[in-house]
């Protein structure tokens, strides 16, 4: 079982940073993919905000190149997995969420999800 925990959401203005944070623990073999995902209309189908791999593998969705970077760290218990928000927008409002695959043919475990709003 993967216990997910994230934190670091909150409300910021426009053009202000926020770094989000989730550590994994349990199950976790590998953390062979760890990354963030977020729905910004209750029902919508959540988008992806970027991912990175064991081997430091990152890929970013389009809106969010450029101003947002994901990092990662592991030691025997947990693995950790970052986002720093930057150049934030009023259409980056959402619930991001924390995204797990332990393995390369496990599935994917999800965390509560953590509220980020950008208004002034």
């Known amino acids: 079982q993967v216990h997910i925990v994230e934190s670091g959401g909150g409300l910021v203005e426009p053009g202000g940073s926020l770094r989000l944070s989730c550590v994994a623990s349990?199950?976790?073999?590998?953390?062979?993919?760890m990354g963030w995902y977020r729905r910004q209309v209750q029902g919508k189908q959540r988008e992806l905000v970027a991912?990175?791999?064991?081997?430091?593998?990152?890929?970013?969705g389009d809106s969010v190149q450029g101003r947002f970077t994901i990092s990662r760290d592991r030691d025997n218990a947990k693995a950790t997995v970052y986002l720093q928000m930057d150049s934030l927008y009023p259409a980056d409002t959402a619930v991001y969420y924390c995204?797990?695959?332990?393995?390369?043919?496990?599935?994917?475990?999800w965390g509560q999800g953590t509220q980020v709003t950008v208004s002034s």
């Open positions: 991912t990175i791999t064991a081997g430091n593998r990152i890929v970013y």
């Open positions: 995204y797990l695959k332990a393995l390369p043919w496990s599935g994917g475990d």
């Open positions: 349990g199950s976790i073999g590998s953390a062979y993919v």
